[in-house]
């Protein structure tokens, strides 16, 4: 992999990115910083995750002159997540430099932003329609800008933003440097990329450097009604570091995180009806730590980017190989491994070929494990527990207890209390989950054909395979000795909020 010291970037943006853990470029990155340097038009083609904002970012800072008080670069960004991550990423990649930025945005009162607009910030993230209400107010002036970023344009157009995003390209001058960066290029974003680029490199990365070749992928086979518990038994067993699980509904994921908090879980919940502050505080919460299980729709999960999700849990699966890939995408991240198990009921088994075709790997069946592996499984966290208070051999003002009771006890039955004191021991209260309706039948029932699948024509498939895709603490006491509101280290990320746009335009369903 070619390190970012050969790409002809200034000292000052190089100890930026050191600072940032950064000293090799990913494909995206590479591509497009040497074309970006060269002041091309770039579209790139890549999905969350691959490092697209240091793509784009690096020469945009490269190409800011600080002594100069317009606003010479605009990123637009399809949610208002989405625009915070961006404008943070890029005030970390310009720290050496002192460029000034701002991110603007639905859902935060437009008199401070206009304040902020004051101060000349040579660089605005935004959304379409706040961007677009700014210049409507003459608040925001584009006749400085020479470095354009559409960020996820496929998305932006989903939403409904397409109109918006012309009204502003048409108040930026022609003279410009435009780079577009989406997942798929679907025909009106090719439109744009006609209209308002001029000669662009394409910068593509190949699926196989997606996101799914890390992430191991099993699906679970069970009845609606079984799935909690299933669910419940897994955590137990995998331990993850954090977790993610999906749900179909707002009133699933509102149902699912309530159920996993009375079985001792630390779950926090998260869709489009809930207010932006506290969105924003159950990731902030999620990304330190504090929860170690987020309940997501869809919607609300796209573009998470979050570091150290090791499991993904889609207790429903997803109606379209699409939203799978960008379910799955959430761990795996930066080089590491990542796990994705899939609840399945019989009737929508049909789904998984047309998964399996999309990221072309075979899913693995996975045995749900049984209450005693789940006792087992909370068992070993208790053994390593007290191995790990041992090892730090931070016990002075224990020893005299532990001679008395030596005196009184035998060892082996006293290390054995320990760990059953220890032990957050399956818990088995009583939940109430909602049944969901399965998605509609593809036909053909069990794991076998279907008819009207994408590529058209009937198909059959035989076996047995199907579709898939840490350390947790209960609130009664902590792997690491800590009560559930102690925290981990932890680490950057930034999520975005597809279901709560700037705009009033209805976004995407979230039943």
């Known amino acids: 992999m070619t390190k970012f010291s050969e790409l002809n970037i200034s000292k000052s943006t190089q100890d930026s990115l050191k600072r940032m853990g950064f000293e090799e470029a990913t494909p995206i990155q590479e591509g497009t910083v040497t074309f970006g340097m060269e002041g091309k038009d770039v579209i790139g083609q890549a999905q969350t995750g691959t490092g697209k904002t240091a793509a784009f970012g690096i020469p945009m800072i490269e190409k800011i002159d600080t002594s100069n008080p317009a606003v010479q670069a605009l990123v637009i960004a399809p949610t208002r997540e989405l625009a915070i991550q961006v404008s943070e990423e890029i005030y970390k990649i310009g720290y050496g430099k002192r460029a000034r930025i701002l991110s603007v945005f639905g859902g935060q009162e437009i008199s401070r932003q206009i304040r902020a607009l004051k101060n000349n910030p040579q660089i605005v993230v935004g959304t379409p329609g706040r961007i677009l209400d700014h210049i409507k107010r003459k608040t925001l002036k584009l006749d400085g800008v020479q470095t354009l970023v559409l960020d996820e344009a496929d998305e932006m157009l989903n939403m409904g933003f397409i109109e918006d995003i012309n009204s502003i390209l048409e108040n930026v001058p022609a003279e410009r440097q435009t780079l577009l960066f989406s997942a798929t290029m679907p025909a009106p974003i090719r439109k744009i990329a006609e209209t308002f680029m001029k000669n662009p490199e394409m910068v593509k990365i190949k699926s196989k450097e997606m996101t799914v070749e890390n992430i191991e992928q099993f699906f679970v086979k069970s009845q609606e009604r079984e799935k909690f518990d299933i669910l419940s038994r897994l955590l137990n067993v995998q331990q993850p570091e954090l977790a993610i699980v999906f749900g179909r509904t707002k009133r699933r994921v509102d149902e699912l995180s309530h159920a996993l908090n009375i079985r001792g879980y630390i779950a926090e919940g998260i869709h489009g009806d809930l207010t932006q502050a506290k969105r924003m505080s159950v990731l902030r919460q999620f990304k330190e730590g504090k929860v170690d299980i987020l309940v997501a729709t869809d919607v609300a999960a796209r573009g998470l980017d979050i570091s150290g999700v090791t499991h993904v849990y889609n207790f429903d699966i997803p109606q379209d190989p699409e939203s799978y890939v960008h379910r799955i995408g959430r761990t795996g991240r930066a080089g590491k491994s990542g796990m994705a198990i899939t609840f399945v009921t019989p009737r929508e088994m049909g789904y998984l070929r047309i998964v399996e075709e999309t990221t072309k790997k075979r899913m693995n069946p996975l045995q749900p494990p049984t209450s005693d592996e789940a006792l087992l499984g909370q068992q070993k966290v208790a053994v390593e527990t007290l191995a790990e208070a041992v090892k730090k051999n931070e016990l002075n003002d224990y020893v005299q207890f532990a001679t008395d009771l030596l005196a009184k006890y035998d060892a082996t039955d ?97 039943r």
Do not use: C, M
């Open 414 to 510: 006293l290390v054995a209390a320990a760990l059953k004191h220890l032990t957050n021991e399956p818990d088995a209260t009583p939940v109430s989950i909602t049944e969901e309706r399965p998605l509609p039948s593809r036909g053909g029932g069990g794991r076998g054909g279907y008819k009207g699948n994408r590529s058209g024509g009937n198909r059959s498939h035989g076996g047995g395979r199907g579709f898939s895709g840490g350390q947790r603490r209960s609130s009664g006491g902590s792997r690491d000795g800590r009560s559930s509101g102690g925290s981990r280290d932890g680490r950057s990320g930034g999520s975005r909020e597809g279901g709560n746009r700037d705009r009033s335009r209805g976004g995407r369903s979230e």
